[in-house]
């Protein structure tokens, strides 16, 4: 049985695979399983798995039956893996050397269940990493108060863009999955459900996951490897969820968490909607929504490029 099952889903990403599998064998952990997924891309990249996996025969290709974006092939991934911990990596992305084995055992000593690293940013078009999510270092406990206070305005990083290794029998043993109707926000909502369901977390503010950022901070071009569709309103509709699902049995604190960062989610979907508005010349919508909502509209106010000077990159980390 390997130590680290690692997760992960490919969706016509040949160009980025030979980075993404090189990470893992520059680990300085070797007792890994790669159980990649083919989402069923258009060009090349079940090829690509099928040549690394004839190289390295802990590589294990696998496909799904039809499109179904990350959550469907991640979860095929969990049924597959046969790790102590699971860990994800999206296919544009990569693994700093020390990475599973740092991760791995401070899991270990802190009998954790969910292990949190920073997050290093990469411009895949300029080729090099940019900067990291923590400017400080430490080790702290992650509850699901700190992942629902990382969604406050203001908040440098939403910790749902967070890829924190899983301890396996955990995930099995409460039977959670990603959730399956989302292809957006679907860690979020898979790390609420893990800590709501008793799991303990960790924080390690060192950072080994590099993260392919959208939109590139030194290129200031697209990044050709990620086709998150931005959704507010998504974020909304899981809290209403995780209130409906876990409220009842919740303590009054965590029920109040739950219910400000649902009212966070609320701000951020009405002041993306004021732009939608704006945009399209829906004029009668917008001063209807502003008059509802007026902290929607002073939020879509000093975030508009219309009303400010400048403009700087938005990294996709720390969201809206």
């Known amino acids: 049985m390997p130590q680290v099952s690692v997760i992960m889903p490919c969706y016509n990403a040949a160009r980025f695979l030979d980075r993404a599998i090189g990470s893992l064998r520059d680990q300085t952990l ?7 997924i083919d989402d069923c891309s258009t060009d090349d990249t079940y090829t690509r798995l099928q040549e690394w996996s004839h190289r390295d025969p802990r590589v294990r290709c696998l496909q799904t039956p039809k499109n179904g974006g990350p959550s469907v092939a991640r979860n095929i991934g969990v049924g597959e893996s046969r790790g102590e911990w699971l860990a994800i990596l999206d296919a544009d992305d990569a693994f700093k050397p020390e990475r599973l084995a740092r991760m791995s055992a401070l899991g270990d ?22 900067g990291r999510s923590f400017r400080e270092e430490g080790i702290s406990s992650v509850t699901i108060t700190d992942l629902i206070e990382a969604e406050r305005p203001g908040s440098p990083l939403k910790f749902g863009f ?9 995930i099995t043993g409460e039977s959670l999955r990603y959730s399956e109707s989302l292809r957006f926000a679907e860690d979020f909502d898979l790390y609420a459900r893990c800590l709501l369901s008793g799991a303990t977390g960790v924080l390690d503010r060192r950072a080994w996951y590099v993260y392919t950022t959208q939109l590139g901070q030194v290129s200031g071009a697209r990044s050709q490897g ?3 569709r931005f959704t507010p309103q998504t974020r909304v509709d899981i809290m209403d969820r995780l209130i409906s699902e876990y ?8 029920l109040a968490t739950l219910r400000q960062g649902r009212e966070w989610q609320v701000l951020y979907a009405d002041s ?20 509802r909502h007026p ?9 508009s490029r219309i009303f400010r000077t400048g403009g700087g990159g938005n990294n996709s980390a720390a969201g809206i």
């Open 247 to 254: 409220g009842g049995h919740a303590e009054p604190g965590t």
């Open 162 to 170: 967070l890829k924190p290794m899983m301890r396996r029998s955990f």
């Open 295 to 303: 902290r929607a509209l002073w939020r879509f106010v000093s975030r």
């Open 30 to 36: 070797q007792d890994w399983e790669l159980l990649a």
């Open 109 to 130: 000593e802190r009998r954790a269940d969910l292990v949190f690293d920073g997050l290093i940013y990469y411009d895949d078009q300029a080729g090099r990493e940019t």
């Open 226 to 228: 990620t086709r998150t």
């Open 272 to 291: 993306h909607r004021l732009g939608e508005l704006r945009r399209t010349g829906r004029w009668g919508e917008f001063a209807s929504l502003a008059l």
